[in-house]
T-cell receptor, first 117, second 114 residues
């Protein structure tokens, strides 16, 4: 079963507008959530993370919101730029030593963002 | 460039052959991870090292797979008797100290098994 779900395979947004990427999770033992951006033929690039004890973290144009009661997080990109066009992965880390885990990340399937000029 | 590097970037092999990939993490990072990514999926965890010790292996890591990190620096991932189902992107990531959740990925090695 998928513990981290990104239900929208793609999203198209106009340049300058807000992009909102969503992610749902099922395991309440996740202690960190992360967003990665991936361009074709490159590895994922770390964007922003949030601890499970927070509900918001902001870094420049990127803000991540965490709703623990709904087991939902979202990444907001404002304003969106054409260079933001990429696949965005939501990832979660199991708290270390939970079920034998040393903190490996569990990824969603990704959402392809297209920002149109 | 001080990021995570992986070699080779691409590998094409015939079924049944052995392949070996190398990962050089960011120099001060003591933790190293291997992931596998197939088309339309996110990366899936394979194994993890802290310094030279291999501390965790996923169920995905069959006995044909072996990983080493002999001196706590670079790591190798070997696949013996490759199968077509092994075709994937193999990603290496590293992290450091208290920021263990922030893993930095290399460009990956794309394996094609014919």
């Amino acid at each position: 079963d998928q513990q981290v779900k990104q239900n929208s395979p793609s999203l198209s947004v106009q340049e300058g507008r807000i992009s909102i990427l969503n992610c749902d999770y099922t395991n309440s033992m996740f202690d960190y959530f992360l967003w990665y951006k991936k361009y074709p033929a490159e590895g994922p690039t770390f964007l922003i993370s949030i601890s499970s004890i927070k509900d918001k973290n902001e870094d420049g144009r990127f803000t991540v919101f965490l709703n623990k009661s709904a087991k939902h997080l979202s990444l907001h990109i404002v304003p969106s730029q054409p260079g933001d066009s990429a696949v965005y992965f939501c990832a979660a880390r199991l708290a270390p030593n939970y079920g034998g885990s040393q903190g490996n990340l569990i990824f969603g399937k990704g959402t392809k963002l297209s920002v149109k000029p | 460039d001080t990021g995570v590097s992986q070699n080779p970037r691409h590998k094409i092999t015939k079924r049944g052959q052995n392949v070996t990939f190398r990962c050089d993490p960011i120099s001060e990072h003591n933790r190293l991870y291997w992931y596998r990514q197939t088309l339309g999926q996110g990366p899936e965890f394979l194994t993890y090292f802290q310094n030279e010790a291999q501390l965790e292996k996923s169920r995905l890591l069959s006995d044909r797979f072996s990983a080493e990190r002999p001196k706590g620096s670079f790591s190798t991932l070997e696949i013996q008797r490759t199968e077509q189902g092994d075709s994937a992107m193999y990603l290496c990531a590293s992290s450091f100290g208290s920021l263990v959740h922030e893993q930095f990925f290399g460009p990956g090695t794309r394996l094609t098994v014919l």
